[in-house]
Every structure is written in C-alpha cells, then in structure tokens.
C-alpha cells in the first residue's frame, strides 16, 4: 500500500473592503510612505471595518469559496483547525463559531496559537490527522483580525499589520504529493521581545490596564528582526538539506510575509531567485496567519502537480518553522 500523504487539495483566502494606504498612515502618525516602504516593503494593507466583526467572519468567506471550488459541503468536513492570534473571544474556540456560520455539523475543531508561524504549525498537525487515516476532509484556515491589537497611536507597529485570511483543504493522497516534512521550532524566551501585555491570565483587563494601552502589539523592532532573519533562513535551508533539494529543486518559496528584507534574506540563504518568491506584502502587510495562505491562493493558477514549495515562518514567542510540501494538483 502507498504511504498516505496530506495533501493541498483547495485553497482561497478573502481580504475586506477597506484599504489602508501608506499615505492615510502619513495623516495618522509621524511618518512617511517613503520610510515605510524602505524598511518593510509595505504600501498598503487590508482593514475589517464591519461594526461586529471578527475573525470568523473573514473566515466563512474564505471557506465558503473554498468548499464550492472544491464542489463539496460543509458536511463533509471533519475537522477545523483555526490558527490565529485574533480569536473572535477568548473562549469558545474560533473555529467551532466558523464550523456553526458554515453548517460543518460532522466536524470538530479546535484554535491553534502560535503567532505567525500559526499556519504552518497548523498545516503539519492537520496533516497527522490525514496520515492516521482517520480523518479525510481537514480544514485548516489561518486568519487575523490584526487592526483589533494594533496600536494605532505606535508607528513602530501600527504600519505593519493587516487583516485577512486563507483556508486550504488537506484530503488523502497515495501519488507521493502532499506534505513531505516539516520543521518546527520554538522558543519562549522570545516572549518578551513580542508579545500582548496584558488581556491574558498573568495580566487580566482592569482599567488600569486598558488606560496604559497595553491590549495592543508590542514588539522590541530591532530585536525580533535579527531572530527572524536568522532562525527563518536557517530553517529554509534546513528542509532543503534533510530532503536533498537543490534550489533548482525548489520551484517556489512561499515565506510569512512580514517583512520584505527577511523575505529577501531567507530566498538569499536558499539559493532561490526573486522569480520563484510569492511576496504580496506590498498589498496586504503582515496578517500573521493569513500571509501564507493568502499568497498560495494569489499564485495558485501558476501552481502546477509536482512541483516542490516551501514554506517558511516566523513568528512571536518566538514561534518559527518550514513545511516541504509536493503540490498536488
């Protein structure tokens, strides 16, 4: 019998409405299109403006287009991994509210955080439940509600996030496509140099807290980026080696999108031309666990079966990893 792999077999993501402008920031605080755009290769990024709306509801657009492209129902689905830092409560879990917007009855589900890096970490764990033969219809959806954590008096962070969301649909494949191998990485003596201050157990909402501003993103720039530089490139080339990829090998590199001078330096440590990097971050910013779906739905109809991607990650806490995956349609 083949080995089961988890592979891709749908993928769409959903941005709102709303654009955000280098030029509308330039009225909001001290800053500059031109000093934005230098540092992070950001333009403009995407904004949920609806009075009562989350994460979730990012989420069944994406989904819904998803399911019709695959032409199934929701029915069929039989778990739900949603990973993001946005929840739309603390508690219950984001994905069991998407999995009642989208009648997945038949589905369970469950959140996983894991900042940026949440999507990959996601993808290689729904990928279990696919190769145990369990399970047949994973969901894995990566989505955030940036603009709700994002201090918007703060021009170190306000400038960077975005909002948006991507689901893909792993399924059973016994022709060698799918996930191949991952690696993943944390290490939570990052925790200090981003993170949320206050809003979980060790620091709950007061006023006090609230009038400090500390419900927002916080993050040491300078710090975070040497980290991600380094333990994001690193981990690249690390997959490439364990599965004797060649960059030739690699057809495309499909890196979290948080900063285009990391984007640029992991490509550099693969050996992988500008021409075979999915970067949308110039229209969408970081929207933490959507950046990698979101670019896999852009590029999709220049996928092509076989064709070996890599996917890297880094995120707060520090959360980091790569997934090598096959593409399979």
């Not at 145990?132 to 955030?144: A, E, I």
């Not at 969408?284 to 979101?294: E, H």
């Not at 670019?295 to 520090?318: M, P």
């Amino acid at each position: 019998m083949n080995k089961i792999h988890a592979a891709i077999t749908a993928v769409q993501g959903y941005v709102p409405e709303y654009v955000l402008s280098n030029q509308e920031l330039e009225t909001i605080v001290d800053t500059t299109d031109e000093w934005i755009t230098s540092r992070t290769g950001i333009k403009e990024r995407r904004i949920l403006k609806e009075e009562g709306a989350g994460t979730s509801d990012m989420a069944v657009h994406a989904v819904n287009g998803l399911l019709k492209k695959r032409g199934i129902t929701a029915e069929e689905i039989d778990l739900i991994i949603f990973c993001t830092t946005t929840p739309d409560h603390p508690f219950p879990a984001t994905a069991n509210i998407l999995a009642n917007k989208i009648g997945a009855v038949n589905a369970w589900g469950f959140d996983l955080q894991a900042a940026c890096s949440g999507f990959i970490f996601g993808l290689t764990t729904g990928s279990q439940f696919i190769e145990s033969g369990k399970h047949q219809k994973v969901l894995v959806v990566g989505g955030d509600k940036m603009s709700s954590i994002v201090d918007y008096t703060d021009r170190a962070t306000c400038i960077i996030f975005g909002d948006g969301c991507g689901a893909v649909l792993l399924e059973p494949n016994t022709e060698g496509n799918g996930i191949m191998d991952a690696v993943l990485k944390t290490d939570g003596s990052g925790e200090q140099f981003l993170h949320q201050k206050a809003g979980g157990s060790v620091k709950p909402a007061s006023h006090e807290t609230v009038d400090q501003r500390e419900h927002f993103v916080y993050q040491e720039g300078k710090t975070v980026f040497k980290f991600a530089v380094t333990n994001m490139a690193d981990v690249a080339a690390e997959i490439m080696e364990r599965n004797n990829l060649t960059s030739d090998d690699v057809k495309w590199l499909v890196p979290h999108q948080a900063n285009k001078r990391i984007i640029d330096a992991t490509a550099a440590r693969m050996g992988v031309g500008s021409e075979k990097v999915m970067i949308n971050i110039e229209r969408y910013g970081n929207t933490t666990n959507g950046t990698i779906p979101l670019c896999l739905w852009e590029w999709e109809s220049q996928l092509k079966k076989g064709d070996n991607i890599v996917l890297a990650a880094f995120g707060g806490g520090f959360t980091w990893g790569s997934v090598y995956l096959k593409w399979a349609y």
